[in-house]
């Protein structure tokens, strides 16, 4: 299950990364919900954000992940730096991001992906 995970994950980021909405729906539930630095969203309003310009990812590395199966449900925390251009400035912040993973039929969906800024 944690490979399956982590491969679903790095889909995810490489999704998003490219800043590609239809990436980035395939693996989310239509529910899913996202938690960051500008407040709390559903699906739909995250993805127009990538849409018309808001969020412009320059750069996402990958730092480490770790993962934590709960029966049909899956955490996995990525720790990453995640640069991006905000009103056409650089910027880069140092996230743990927990990405959660149903089950659902024979595939997973991201239900929920919450940014916390990390300070060290």
Avoid at 13 to 41: N, S, Y
Avoid at 92 to 103: G, K, L
Wanted: hydrophobic share 40%; proline share 3%; charged share 20%.
């Amino acid at each position: 299950m944690e490979d399956k995970v982590l491969s679903v994950s790095r889909q995810f980021w490489t999704a998003l990364e490219k800043a590609d909405v239809t990436g980035m729906r395939a693996i989310a539930d239509p529910q899913c919900m996202f938690v960051h630095i500008g407040g709390t969203c559903p699906l739909d309003q995250e993805m127009a954000y990538f849409e018309n310009g808001t969020f412009q990812p320059t750069k996402i590395t990958i730092n480490s992940q770790t993962v934590h199966a709960f029966d049909d449900t899956v955490v996995a925390i990525t720790d990453c730096d995640y640069g991006l251009l905000l009103d056409g400035e650089p910027t880069t912040h140092h996230f743990a991001v927990t990405e959660v993973y149903q089950q659902q039929q024979s595939e997973l969906k991201l239900i929920q992906f919450t940014f916390t800024a990390l300070v060290y």
